[in-house]
């Protein structure tokens, strides 16, 4: 009998913890929606206040934008080139783009300081270099792939590289 009163004493200390348990959660999940609707309501006031002011476009205009539209004057073109070809460091645009192939000699590319390889490439003319390192190139020694692989760079950056690469190899 003394066994069968634990039991009872027991089931019903259970039932009580499990009926506080219960309670406990009803309770903070109402208390969670009722803090996510003030949540909820704060941003939504927020967002009809800034709609309000007008500050939305602000934060929607690009970055930036580009200029299509030609030069009115070869004056102004001839700045817009020079900045240009004053901005790109051919040392920079080497080192980012064409030093994987150019220091092993990847693909047949000539090493960067090679006196030898670059000999017959410098005799063909700045304008060839140019090309074949724009366009891309297929010789018998290897490829060149357009722009040494990286499309995103300009003609200018290029240029700026190839003659890096001619200087630091005569």
Same mark, same amino acid.
């Given at each position: 009998?003394?066994?069968?009163?634990?039991?009872?004493?027991?089931?019903?200390?259970?039932?009580?913890?499990?009926?506080?348990?219960?309670?406990?959660?009803?309770?903070?999940?109402? !208390? @969670?929606?009722?803090? &996510?609707?003030?949540?909820?309501?704060?941003?939504? #006031? %927020?967002?009809?206040?800034?709609? /309000?002011?007008?500050?939305?476009?602000?934060?929607?205009?690009?970055?930036?934008?580009?200029?299509?539209?030609?030069?009115?004057?070869?004056?102004?073109?001839?700045?817009?080139?020079?900045?240009?070809?004053?901005?790109?460091?051919?040392?920079?645009?080497?080192?980012?783009?064409?030093?994987?192939?150019?220091?092993?000699?990847?693909?047949?590319?000539?090493? !960067? @300081?090679?006196?030898? &390889?670059?000999?017959?490439?410098?005799?063909?003319? #700045? %304008?060839?270099?140019?090309?074949? /390192?724009?366009?891309?190139?297929?010789?018998?020694?290897?490829?060149?792939?357009?722009?040494?692989?990286?499309?995103?760079?300009?003609?200018?950056?290029?240029?700026?590289?190839?003659?890096?690469?001619?200087?630091?190899?005569?």
């Amino acid at each position: 009998m003394a066994s069968n009163m634990t039991d009872q004493q027991f089931t019903k200390g259970f039932s009580i913890f499990l009926g506080l348990g219960i309670v406990l959660t009803l309770f903070l999940i109402l !208390l @969670g929606n009722i803090n &996510a609707g003030t949540i909820t309501e704060r941003i939504r #006031a %927020e967002r009809n206040e800034m709609a /309000a002011s007008g500050s939305t476009m602000q934060h929607l205009q690009p970055a930036g934008q580009l200029n299509l539209a030609e030069p009115d004057s070869t004056a102004e073109s001839t700045q817009v080139a020079t900045a240009a070809s004053v901005t790109v460091d051919g040392a920079q645009v080497y080192q980012l783009a064409c030093m994987a192939c150019h220091t092993a000699g990847v693909a047949g590319a000539p090493k !960067l @300081g090679d006196t030898e &390889a670059w000999s017959a490439r410098v005799t063909q003319g #700045a %304008e060839a270099l140019y090309t074949h /390192a724009i366009s891309g190139f297929q010789g018998s020694a290897g490829m060149m792939p357009p722009k040494g692989g990286n499309l995103a760079l300009s003609d200018g950056e290029v240029k700026a590289a190839v003659d890096y690469m001619v200087a630091q190899s005569q």
